[in-house]
């Protein structure tokens, strides 16, 4: 089975320009995501991207990069540009903006279509820690059926609970407890490269424009996105106080 790990990753950050060669600590951003995608099971690893200048540094670093469209709506349309030009079974979209994705979850979102035939799709979650994620829009949640397919993902608190709204507090125990079946969203997803290339070339939909979140596109289609429990909290880089909270954790 052949893996491919496709990093797409946009100059043009309103939030944080050039974001994928922001320098911290001596590495750009991007060199941090590409070495752990590599020390994962896909046997390739690929930065797709709209610039001239990311090209040459993933290049410079030794790695492999491939110039895509300026025009895509979305990092997972940038994706399924490369990935069509790909003899690879599975695709995996590891985000530019997540340098502390682990190797080894990139594996775990690989395994359930390495075993199960009939899911098309997977992703990572890890519960909830800081009550303050929990009203973050930056920080996606997601429900979970008893099957471990994915209900729905929201920037805003799901589920609804009275207990929670105001009552998060510091003390450890009282916050464990408020907290516990809240999932925070990690955005990697591993795709059957035909499916990829299939919900790519569907409209976005309703609730996908409405919440900013590409993957409901999958939900509201009727498909399942089987989700799977990451190993360790991953944050992404879309802030200067994100970016602050990354060099703190290195």
Same mark, same amino acid.
């Given at each position: ?56 540094? #993933?290049?410079? %670093?030794? $790695?492999? +990069?491939?110039?895509? &469209? ?8 940038? /994706? ?62 997601? #429900?979970?059926? %008893?099957? $471990?397919? +994915?209900?729905?993902? &929201? ?8 207990? /929670? ?62 989700? #799977? ?22």
């Amino acid at each position: 089975m052949k893996i491919a790990a496709i990093i797409p990753a946009r100059y043009g950050s309103t939030r944080l320009p050039g974001k994928p060669l922001i320098e911290i600590k001596g590495k750009p951003l991007i060199q941090y995501v590409y070495e752990r995608a590599k020390a994962s099971s896909a046997q390739q690893v690929i930065v797709a991207t709209d610039d001239k200048r990311i090209l040459i540094k #993933v290049k410079e %670093l030794g $790695g492999e +990069a491939v110039l895509t &469209s300026s025009n895509h709506r979305s990092g997972t349309d940038r /994706v399924a540009e490369v990935a069509a030009n790909l003899e690879s079974d599975i695709v995996v979209n590891v985000q530019g903006d997540e340098p502390l994705i682990r190797p080894e979850d990139i594996d775990r979102a690989i395994s359930p279509l390495a075993q199960d035939s009939s899911i098309m799709m997977t992703t990572l979650a890890y519960p909830l820690l800081d009550g303050a994620d929990l009203y973050n829009p930056h920080v996606v949640k997601v #429900v979970i059926d %008893l099957n $471990g397919f +994915a209900l729905y993902f &929201s920037r805003s608190p799901i589920p609804y609970s009275a207990e /929670v709204r105001g009552k998060i507090s510091d003390d450890p125990l009282t916050k464990n407890k408020i907290l516990k079946g809240y999932w925070q969203h990690t955005g990697l997803y591993a795709y059957r490269r035909d499916f990829l290339l299939k919900i790519t070339a569907l409209p976005p939909t309703p609730l996908e424009r409405q919440e900013g979140l590409e993957q409901l596109r999958v939900l509201e289609n009727g498909y399942k996105i089987k989700v #799977v429990t990451a190993t360790a909290p991953s944050i992404s880089i879309d802030t200067p106080e994100d970016l602050q909270r990354f060099k703190s954790m290195i």
